[in-house]
């Protein structure tokens, strides 16, 4: 079963996470079918979308980064007034 949102999203979301391990199969499963593949145009195609899934990955880690910087501001501020 897959982890559900929370809706409270203190730490790291597990949505984000959820995502990024989905892009990362993705990427194997391409990776797979460009290594058996023989037709050149296909293959193209498969490593374009092997560059654009692995943006994303990069993309959902910087965004998980920044977020857990603000969480972590924010979890002081509330620390400060407790």
């Known amino acids: 079963m897959e982890p559900r949102c929370v809706k409270s999203c203190k730490g790291l979301c597990a949505a984000l996470e959820v995502a990024e391990r989905r892009e990362q199969e993705g990427i194997r499963m391409y990776k797979e079918y460009a290594d058996g593949c023989d037709y050149p145009d296909v293959k193209e195609i498969l490593e374009s979308l092997i560059r654009d899934r692995e943006q994303a990955v ?21 620390e400060s007034f407790a």
């Open 58 to 78: 990069k993309t959902l880690q910087e965004k998980r980064a920044i977020l857990a910087v603000k969480f972590e501001m924010v979890e002081r501020i509330n």
